[in-house]
C-alpha cells in the first residue's frame, strides 16, 4: 500500500521589483516642483515685503549709481545688508527643513513615499522590505542631500548595485521598489 504524503505548500517569497533610476529621477523632480514652486511663491512675497519694509534696502538694489557715488557705508547701509543676510540665510534653513520634513513624514508613514514617488508607483523601503523608520528616512535624506551631489556619484553607482542603490540608500539600507 502506497501513501501519498504531501508537504503543506510553501510559498514563496516574492521579490519585489525594484524601481529603476529613470523613475526615481521623475519621482525626484515631481518632488521639486511640489516642494519649489509654492516655497517660491512664499519666499517671492516674504522678499518683497522686506523690500516694502526697507525702502533703503529697494534703493541699494534699484540704483546703480549709489555704488559709484559712496565711498564710506553708513549703519543703514549695513543694518540692510545684515538684514538680507540674514533673510536668505532663514530662507535656506526653512527650505531645508520644509524639505526634510516632507521627505522623512512621507517616506515614513503608511504611503512609503512622496508624492512624486506615489505618482510613479514606486516607495521606500528597508532592504528586507519593512517599512522605513522616520529615523532612517532622516539619515537617508541628509545622506542624500550632503553626499550624493558630490559629482553626482552617490546617483551614479545606483547604475551598477545589484538592488539600484544610490549611495544614500546603501547608507540608510533602503530600496526603492515598484508598488
Known amino acids: 500500500m502506497e501513501t501519498n504524503i504531501t508537504e503543506p505548500h510553501i510559498q514563496e517569497k516574492k521579490h519585489p521589483e525594484l524601481a529603476g533610476v529613470g ?3 521623475l519621482a525626484h523632480l515631481l518632488d521639486g516642483i511640489i516642494i519649489g514652486v509654492p516655497y517660491s511663491f512664499i519666499m517671492f512675497i516674504l522678499a518683497t515685503l522686506f523690500f516694502v519694509s526697507s ?3 529697494a534703493m541699494m538694489m534699484d540704483d546703480d549709481s549709489y555704488y559709484y557715488s559712496t ?3 553708513t549703519d543703514e547701509d549695513w543694518a540692510v545688508i545684515m ?4 533673510f536668505y540665510i532663514g530662507a535656506i534653513l526653512v527650505g531645508i527643513v520644509v524639505t ?3 521627505y522623512a513624514i512621507m517616506e515614513s508613514s503608511k504611503l512609503q513615499g512622496t508624492l512624486g514617488k506615489m505618482a510613479l508607483g514606486i516607495k521606500v523601503t528597508r532592504v528586507t522590505g519593512e517599512k522605513v523608520t522616520f529615523g532612517r528616512a532622516t ?3 541628509f545622506a542624500k542631500g550632503f553626499l550624493s551631489p558630490i559629482l553626482y556619484i552617490g546617483y551614479i553607482i545606483a ?3 545589484e538592488k539600484k542603490q544610490a549611495l544614500h540608500d546603501l547608507i ?3 530600496i526603492v521598489v515598484k508598488k
Open 55 to 57: 525702502p533703503e534696502a
Open 23 to 25: 523613475y526615481r529621477f
Open 159 to 161: 547604475f551598477f548595485t
Open 83 to 86: 538684514g538680507l543676510i540674514f
Open 100 to 102: 526634510w520634513l516632507y
Open 172 to 174: 540608510a539600507s533602503t
Open 139 to 141: 539619515g537617508r535624506f
Open 71 to 73: 565711498t564710506v557705508m
